[in-house]
């Protein structure tokens, strides 16, 4: 059973668009929701997380919009720049943390 | 080290052979995970370590997957007579010691690529 599940598979964006991510979880234990950035031949980097108390969270160009009844959340790169384009990973987490489930990857490319 | 670190970056071996591959975390990470990254797929949790002891050892697809981990360090993940389905990216990664009701960043190291021919 996949724990988290991811859409789209891929996306192209014009640079200075908006990319938006979606996931949805199934574990109503999950109580901490990261985002990760992977570039090609790279191991993938923390790019933002949030806990399912807050509904929005921010950091420069990126944020994750979280709608706990739904289980759901997203990922929005506001202004996309080509140096964006790497495929990103949602995850959920229970509260012990010892496991994370990620979800399919989004590969994303930024048109200049 | 500056990160965690993973050996052998790239690997081919036959099938039917034995592979080890191994990573050294960061220093001070107490908790070192295993994920595998087959093509276009996702992070397909592997086994998770707390010091030397493996808690949570759900994710080995069959009793030819291996890991230890040593003095709370390297840890080796062993592939005993690979297969071709065995070809995908291993990941390592690490994070300090589990921290109830706090996020727990982890770590990635670049992984490595096995392609059993």
């Known amino acids: 059973q996949q724990q988290v599940k991811q859409s789209p598979q891929s996306l192209i964006v014009q640079k200075g668009g908006i990319s938006i991510i979606n996931c949805a979880y199934e574990n109503t234990a999950f109580d901490y929701f990261p985002w990760y950035q992977q570039f090609p031949g790279k191991g993938p980097a923390l790019l933002i997380a949030i806990r399912p108390d807050v509904s929005e969270k921010k950091e420069g160009r990126f944020t994750i919009s979280f709608n706990k009844s739904a289980k759901q959340f997203s990922l929005h790169i506001m202004d996309s720049q080509p140096g964006d384009s790497a495929t990103y990973f949602c995850a959920g987490s229970g509260h012990n943390f010892n496991k994370f489930y990620f979800g399919s990857g989004t590969k994303l490319n930024v048109k200049p | 080290g500056a990160g965690v670190s993973q050996s052998p970056s790239n690997k081919v071996t036959e099938k039917g052979k034995d592979v080890e591959l191994r990573c050294d975390p960061i220093s001070g990470h107490t908790a070192l995970y295993w994920y595998r990254q087959s093509l276009g797929q996702g992070l397909e949790f592997l086994i998770y370590f707390q010091g030397n002891s493996a808690p949570d050892k759900s994710g080995l697809p069959s009793d030819r997957f291996s890991a230890e981990r040593t003095g709370g360090s390297v840890s080796t993940l062993t592939i005993q007579r690979t297969q071709q389905e065995d070809s995908a990216v291993y990941l390592c990664?690490?994070?300090?010691?589990?921290?109830?009701?706090?996020?727990?960043?982890?770590?990635f190291g670049e992984g490595s690529w096995l392609t059993v021919v």
């Open positions: 990664a690490s994070s300090l010691t589990v921290k109830e009701g706090l996020g727990n960043t982890i770590y």
